[in-house]
């Protein structure tokens, strides 16, 4: 995909998205955009979570209007009234004789990880097992952060582009992610079955001001940077420290390594909008839930200093008068772009 074209191509369908997190769904219909489709969520009596298109076929009033009464949707206007399946049940005006076609898309859904997990493509080639895994997630000796959302307006491969470049730390978070190191070392470019890596050590240097208190070590340490995107639009960005000498891209890690992954699931909205939901796990101090809330806020104010950056490189990038370039820190992202273009070609020869 040439990043001209950004979007030109659409979205992968045929896999997971993150609707939200998972207590932002309960039994009143919430009214969800994501892939450019209108959604509608709910819980039903057993509080399984219920997607089903957002219009009704009737006049196409969004069924988020309606009510849920037991585990059906009533449509807010003539009370056409749809089960789980996205069938329709009830047809109050002719009772005899409900409307054959009168049907809703349902989407299916999953709760995993805190998260609720939405299959937006053909509902017959939904994997479950597909779900990414998070090991460690139950390990009572790992510590979680409380789960974060926000709204950037832009696409979501410039989110992507951020999450594959450990180099912009060094200008856009000087108070939390940025160290001795970040601005200009050498990147190593590995690609995966679904993804792409970028990491880089850095040896020998004081932590950044996030991490600082944290290490049970110091005053310098040795860092990895490990910025991994998967297919469609997850990140995993991990930051593992050991003490200063026990680090190095040819060394198992060290049983004394602090480490830290930073899961980011983004979500397309449309072309110019997208949803951005991640935590962190860590692998020490997993009682400190004063440590987890200072972690969150400080990931929060680094996510809306990320926000900034790329609200304006989507304005600027659409009104551009001229060229622009791709430097080396960019190989990452062009590749992550190329697989996901290739993806989608597949997914519509396909279709």
Not at 167 to 183: I, P, R, Y
């Amino acid at each position: 995909m040439r990043p001209d074209l950004i979007g030109a191509e659409g979205f992968l369908r045929n896999c997971w998205y993150v609707a939200g997190r998972s207590e932002d769904f309960g039994r009143t219909l919430s009214a969800v955009t994501m892939l450019e489709e209108q959604i509608a969520i709910f819980r039903d009596t057993k509080g399984n979570a219920i997607a089903l298109e957002d219009a009704c076929p009737h006049r196409k009033l969004p069924l988020s209007r309606g009510t849920v009464e037991g585990d059906n949707v009533v449509c807010g206007y003539h009370g056409l009234t749809f089960d789980c399946t996205g069938e329709c049940v009830i047809a109050p005006t002719q009772l005899d004789n409900p409307p054959r076609r009168a049907a809703v898309h349902s989407y299916p859904a999953e709760d995993r990880w805190g998260f609720l997990w939405l299959w937006m493509g053909d509902p017959d080639k939904a994997d479950r097992d597909a779900i990414l895994d998070i090991p460690n997630f139950d390990n009572p000796d790992w510590g979680k952060t409380p789960k974060g959302a926000m709204e950037m307006a832009c696409h979501y491969l410039y989110i992507i582009d951020n999450l594959l470049d450990p180099s912009h730390v060094a200008w856009v978070h000087l108070s939390s992610f940025a160290g001795a190191g970040t601005d200009n070392r050498p990147l190593d470019l590995e690609e995966i079955e679904n993804g792409v890596i970028v990491s880089r050590w850095v040896l020998g240097e004081e932590p950044p001001p996030y991490y600082k208190a944290m290490l049970p070590f110091g005053p310098t340490c040795d860092r990895k940077q490990h910025y991994e995107c998967r297919l469609p639009s997850t990140a995993i960005n991990m930051s593992v420290y050991t003490p200063a000498g026990e680090g190095g891209a040819q060394r198992p890690v060290s049983p004394n390594a602090f480490v830290n992954i930073s899961y980011n699931f983004i979500t397309p909205v449309d072309a110019n909008r997208s949803r951005y939901f991640w935590f962190q796990h860590r692998n020490m101090h997993a009682e400190d839930h004063q440590l987890s809330q200072r972690m969150f806020e400080g990931a929060t104010m680094a996510f809306n200093e990320d926000k900034a950056v790329l609200e304006h490189v989507q304005t600027g990038m659409a009104n551009r008068r001229s060229a622009y370039i791709n430097l080396g820190l960019d190989a990452g992202a062009m590749r992550f772009r190329t697989r996901v273009a290739r993806q989608i070609r597949a997914e519509t020869s396909a279709d």
